[in-house]
């Protein structure tokens, strides 16, 4: 029995930094399939080339492999024009020794016009600004955590005890002894009560005490550039978040929607939910298709018989340590005692 032909003109494309290769698939009433090739640049004026291309081929359906970041410049000149089907590589991929640029659009082209390619989500433009944005933010705070961390192992080297009796070495009072610390790194018997505030006045014996150390000049200079460059990520995060919260405005009732959701206190997690999975759910057929594109859903992996495993996929690396720390901090928490015996309960099996 025959593939039914799913879409009689349509279009591959593979992918490259410098150039695409598009191949146009057309199937005729008696099911026999002709094809058109032509290659065109990644510049703005060669992909409109090739927008006018399928244009005239009267071809509105068109699937590409995401390779990289290549072909984002593709999909925002033929977004508005063409219906795209955005392919995972590792499903278009042609046979192994059969492989060159033309042959892998043809073979696109093949699968996709039997609808045998699973196309990604692909959210609207303003979801995916708002996305890239939340990402980039995502970054600022690693980074931002390593240059904590370095301090703090800087600190630890010079014996500076301070994290052993402050909850927060990043805390105002900290911040004021370490700034004094680096003044003079060689003295260390200054007066420490001036600096410090509130519950602090009670831990002055200790704080003596931590900082009873001995800082080198080098590593108080690496000190001050570790710190600096952390102020600087903050402050960059700071103007990055105004953006963030001015772009999310407009989904300001979903945002709050999930702000009911237990853990979902801050509202740059709800912000990082909406940027990934989008607003509008009808793209997700259910809430467990919504589960497995996130990665949280045990994979199928059986054969004669014997499931070889489950482990939960790679998929939603933004959103799956999101929601896994949110779903963390509710089963450790008593206010939610029905979630949390529900937990402990799975956790038993």
């Not at 900290?174 to 003044?183: A, H």
């Not at 919260?245 to 945002?255: D, K, M, R």
């Not at 199928?300 to 495993?309: M, P, R, T, V, Y």
Request: glycine fraction near 4%; aromatic fraction near 8%.
């Amino acid at each position: 029995m025959a593939l039914k032909i799913v879409y009689p003109v349509c279009c591959g494309i593979d992918v490259h930094k410098t150039f695409v290769v598009a191949c146009i698939a057309s199937t005729n009433s008696q099911g026999v399939t002709t094809y058109k090739r032509h290659r065109f640049s990644t510049f703005t004026k060669g992909l409109q080339e090739l927008l006018q291309w399928l244009c005239e081929n009267d071809c509105k359906d068109v699937c590409m492999e995401s390779t990289g970041k290549y072909w984002i410049p593709v999909f925002n000149i033929l977004e508005h024009s063409c219906n795209i089907t955005l392919a995972h590589p590792k499903y278009v991929k042609a046979i192994r020794g059969k492989k060159t640029d033309k042959k892998d659009a043809q073979w696109i082209a093949d699968l996709f016009k039997h609808d045998l390619v699973a196309g990604s989500f692909m959210p609207p433009l303003p979801i995916r600004q708002l996305r890239d944005l939340m990402r980039y933010r995502f970054k600022l705070t690693n980074f931002s955590s390593s240059e904590k961390n370095r301090l703090q192992n800087s600190l630890t080297v010079s014996n500076i005890q301070l994290g052993n009796v402050v909850s927060d070495t990043f805390g105002k009072s900290s911040m004021n002894i370490i700034d004094k610390l680096l003044d003079d790194p060689l003295d260390t018997s200054f007066d420490i009560e001036p600096l410090i505030h509130g519950s602090m006045k009670g831990k002055l014996p200790e704080l003596k005490l931590a900082i009873d150390g001995l800082i080198t000049p080098e590593q108080a200079e690496k000190i001050k550039v570790i710190k600096q460059h952390y102020e600087d990520i903050e402050s960059r995060k700071a103007d990055l978040e105004a953006i963030i919260l001015s772009l999310a405005e407009s989904y300001s009732e979903e945002i709050n929607l999930i702000l009911t959701v237990p853990s979902f206190k801050n509202i740059f997690s709800a912000i990082a939910v909406v940027s990934e999975i989008g607003v509008n759910m009808d793209v997700f057929p259910t809430a467990k298709h919504l589960c497995s594109w996130a990665g949280l859903t045990p994979s199928n992996d059986e054969s004669a018989g014997k499931k070889k495993s489950v482990r939960i996929s790679r998929a939603g690396i933004y959103i799956k340590p999101l929601l896994v720390q949110c779903a963390t901090a509710v089963v450790k928490s008593e206010k939610h005692p029905e979630i949390r015996n529900r937990y402990l309960q799975l956790k038993r099996r």
